[in-house]
């Protein structure tokens, strides 16, 4: 599969989706195959490689998914979707550097990978103050719901064998959710730059994130009670701020394919077009991330559907219409969304963090969200975009100033110093890991 021609690799498009068990990454996956059949001429193929944590699941999601593929489409449509099923345990970052390794040994090139999977790390709800604030303040309870409990200080553990005792710690939430994908997309790097197009680096972060969760000298989130929301906040700044001046340095070091033979254990591409990073989120959608027993998860449902009654944009309720604006990013064409980007630009702008939203009848689309120091798109003032200005806002939200952007970015900064420092640092680790438990095999 490696060796296909350049011309015929022009129609094959190769995506990874992470967290595909269940949820929003099955989701994405089934809406990757009928949006790619609906807006792609019939010469072109989608191979769909998704990961799970397990074999059992893979098998799972692999039946899942093939059993949609005749309802949707004909036999021809069918044989132009592949599905590839991979396991890989994103809080355990040798199994990251395994996947890694396998990609470059399988398959030619990555087109978009779509960066989902997760956990919430939470141990229960705050019940007395998520019934109150439903009761009395439905839409912006539901919206961003600030009752979840979480633990301080959540490790992982070990990530090797023959350091144990030197080894820096971890943060769970932070790993699995960002760290973990961090690390794999730059692995991956040389995949991404075989792209006939731009390669796509495809965050999923949440509607909850805000820098009112996150603290630069906490990077890991260790010390937050909110360590899910501190971790989709990294995620916001990382995206938004790639194309900064600010970070270009960093950036450049995480978009520089590993050495051959190194973690990703094969052939780069260092002449390759250089990716691009976007943001998504899914908006409000019923997902398992919160554990809730099965009346509760109906109730939760049906205060989403008031919520959208009451004219929130973001109450995507089923997971595939929260998979609209990742999967948007995914198979659109390249003129398509820097067409999207462009007004934003044209006003001094940049990167949007590109939502899944829903009307009242439940049409969905994918639109700008505004962000807390970033606004809509990066521009300063008011929203430039009408769609943007008569979108319902999150209470206390205020137009973007110049100082709260420079603020920003000098925050994309140093987050970027300190993934890079750190993704360094575990590859030398990693390595030293690795020649050991060779010299003792």
Not at 283 to 306: E, K, Q, R
Request: hydrophobic share 35%; proline share 5%; charged share 20%.
């Amino acid at each position: 599969m490696a060796e296909l021609a350049q011309d015929d690799l022009q129609n094959q498009f190769y995506v990874l989706v992470t967290g595909a068990n269940s949820g929003l990454g099955l989701a994405i996956c089934a809406r990757l195959i009928t949006d790619f059949l609906t807006t792609h001429p019939s010469t072109h193929h989608l191979t769909i490689i998704f990961t799970t944590r397990s074999s059992k699941k893979a098998t799972s999601t692999l039946h899942h998914l093939q059993t949609l593929l005749p309802p949707i489409s004909s036999p021809t449509n069918s044989s132009r979707i592949t599905l590839h099923p991979e396991t890989v345990d994103l809080s355990y970052l040798p199994s990251v550097r395994a996947l890694s390794q396998r990609l470059t040994k399988t398959i030619p090139k990555l087109d978009s990978i779509i960066l989902n999977a997760g956990i919430g790390g939470w141990t229960g709800i705050d019940w007395p103050r998520a019934i109150w604030g439903t009761l009395t303040d439905l839409v912006h309870s539901v919206s961003w719901f600030a009752h979840k409990i979480a633990p301080v200080g959540m490790i992982t553990p070990p990530q090797t064998t023959h350091n144990v005792s030197n080894e820096p710690r971890l943060g769970s939430v932070f790993t699995a959710n960002v760290f973990g994908h961090y690390m794999l997309s730059h692995n991956v790097m040389g995949l991404l730059r075989k792209s006939t197009q731009p390669g796509r680096v495809i965050w999923v972060s949440s509607i909850e994130a805000t820098v009112k969760h996150f603290n630069v000298d906490d990077l890991q989130g260790l010390r937050t009670k909110v360590p899910y929301e501190s971790s989709k906040t990294l995620t916001d700044i990382l995206a938004l701020t790639a194309e900064s001046p600010s970070t270009r340095k960093w950036v450049e070091g995480f978009y520089s394919p590993p050495d051959k033979g190194d973690n990703g254990g094969g052939d780069v591409d260092e002449k390759g077009m250089q990716p691009r990073m976007y943001l998504s989120h899914p908006g409000v959608c019923g997902t398992g991330i919160l554990p809730l027993a099965l009346p509760l998860f109906w109730a939760m449902i049906v205060s989403f559907y008031i919520a959208r009654m009451l004219g929130s944009p973001w109450h995507t309720l089923s997971t595939y219409a929260g998979a609209c604006a990742p999967v948007w990013l995914a198979v659109s064409r390249q003129e398509e969304l820097d067409s999207a980007e462009e007004v934003y630009r044209a006003h001094g702008g940049g990167k949007v963090k590109w939502g899944s939203s829903c009307d009242r009848l439940g049409r969905d689309s994918a639109v700008s969200t505004e962000v807390d120091g970033w606004g809509h798109g990066g521009v300063v003032g008011e929203a430039v975009v009408m769609e943007d200005r008569c979108r319902r806002r999150k209470r206390g939200a205020t137009d973007l100033t110049a100082e709260e952007k420079v603020e920003f970015e000098e925050l994309g900064r140093k987050c970027w110093q300190g993934m890079e420092e750190l993704r360094v640092q575990w590859d030398e680790i990693l390595e030293r890991d690795e020649k050991e438990a060779g010299a003792t095999a």
